[in-house]
T-cell receptor, first 111, second 113 residues
Framework: DAGITQSPRHKVTETGTPVTLRCHQT?????MYWYRQDPGHGLRLIHY???????DKGEVSDGYSVSRSKTEDFLLTLESATSSQTSVYFC??????????FGSGTRLTVV | QKEVEQDPGPLSVPEGAIVSLNCTYS??????FMWYRQYSRKGPELLMY????GNKEDGRFTAQVDKSSKYISLFIRDSQPSDSATYLC?????????????FGKGTKLSVKP
């Protein structure tokens, strides 16, 4: 997806280990978001950021933390991964209230 | 009642059919309405964006908002196999925090050749 990249694309990790997912944008958009997508639940907001060092919690923030030290990077950390955090994680960016641009996603499996 | 309800389908139609996808919502403050298309193993992509009530057309796609009924629709004319995807509605209220975009769970559409 133009202007937004997520890494890694796939990851398998063990229960109890910390995991960090990265979202990088080249659009200089102010807002960045982390969502998880699960069957039957759709897209659920984990955390979002409205500027460097400015973040807020979403609907399903427990067990997750985020950091944004630069406009272009938004990191999502699973402090101690659990099997319930197996999911597809999407990063999104926006500048105005006209819709989000999503990344290609990270498939995370916690075993 | 959930804020946004969307029939998950799946919906299967023959090529060339007119497709109607719908969402209902409960929050009368919603002003911005969007439709996203998501292909398998890809991120959602913005398809249509409308503000307040009315229709918006873009090629074979028409988005319709009926605020009095709290109902939004996406129509696809002359559907093609390449339209096979999951379609998600999303909405937000005017002046709302950027973290308040609410998504439907998506309707999976399959267009058969």
């Amino acid at each position: 997806d133009a202007g937004i990249t997520q890494s890694p694309r796939h990851k398998v990790t063990e229960t109890g280990t910390p995991v960090t997912l990265r979202c990088h944008q080249t659009e200089n958009h102010r807002y960045m978001y982390w969502y998880r997508q699960d069957p039957g639940h759709g897209l659920r907001l984990i955390h979002y950021s409205y500027g460097v060092k400015d973040t807020d919690k979403g609907e399903v923030s427990d067990g997750y933390s985020v950091s944004r030290s630069k406009t272009e990077d938004f990191l999502l950390t699973l402090e101690s991964a659990t099997s319930s955090q197996t999911s597809v994680y999407f990063c999104a960016i926006s500048d105005l209230l006209e819709g989000y641009t999503f990344g290609s996603g990270t498939r995370l499996t916690v075993v | 009642q959930k804020e946004v309800e969307q029939d998950p389908g799946p919906l299967s139609v023959p090529e060339g059919a007119i497709v109607s996808l719908n969402c209902t919502y409960s929050n009368s403050a919603f002003q911005y309405f969007m439709w996203y298309r998501q292909y398998s193993r890809k991120g959602p992509e913005l398809l249509m964006y409308t503000y307040s009530s009315g229709n918006k057309e873009d090629g074979r796609f028409t988005a319709q908002v009926d605020k009095s009924s709290k109902y939004i629709s996406l129509f696809i004319r002359d559907s093609q196999p390449s339209d096979s995807a999951t379609y998600l509605c999303a909405m937000n209220r005017a002046g709302g925090s950027q973290g308040n975009l609410i998504f439907g769970k998506g309707t999976k559409l399959s267009v058969k050749p």
